[in-house]
């Protein structure tokens, strides 16, 4: 298993924002992240997939962005990540 999944989802249980920011190259990221819960019965879950709601990708030093209703990110392209109430 990818350790940047397990620590995204881990740290997520520990902070006050679900919005999580991510760094994918020359690529920013930023969504809510959804949380599938396999013990309430959703099973549709991927391991190694971050999936985020209301996402927002920037590519770094272009002011062109797009948004999209739901993104999946595989957790292995992910170089760096921090939640929205951590970032400065």
Same mark, same amino acid.
């Given at each position: 298993?990818?350790?940047? +999944? !397990?620590?995204? +989802?881990?740290?997520?249980?520990?902070?006050?924002?679900?919005?999580?920011?991510?760094?994918?190259?020359?690529?920013?990221?930023?969504? @809510?992240? +959804?949380?599938?819960?396999?013990?309430?019965? @959703?099973?549709?879950?991927?391991?190694?997939?971050?999936?985020?709601? !209301?996402?927002?990708? *920037?590519?770094?030093?272009?002011?062109? *962005?797009?948004? +999209?209703?739901?993104?999946?990110?595989?957790?292995?392209?992910? *170089?760096?990540?921090?939640?929205?109430?951590?970032?400065?």
């Amino acid at each position: 298993m990818c350790k940047t +999944y !397990d620590a995204i +989802y881990e740290l997520s249980k520990h902070t006050e924002s679900d919005v999580l920011i991510c760094s994918l190259g020359n690529l920013k990221i930023e969504g @809510q992240l +959804y949380k599938c819960c396999k013990e309430m019965g @959703q099973e549709k879950c991927y391991e190694g997939i971050i999936t985020l709601k !209301d996402a927002i990708v *920037r590519w770094h030093e272009s002011e062109y *962005r797009k948004e +999209y209703k739901w993104l999946n990110i595989p957790s292995k392209h992910i *170089r760096a990540f921090a939640f929205k109430c951590c970032e400065m």
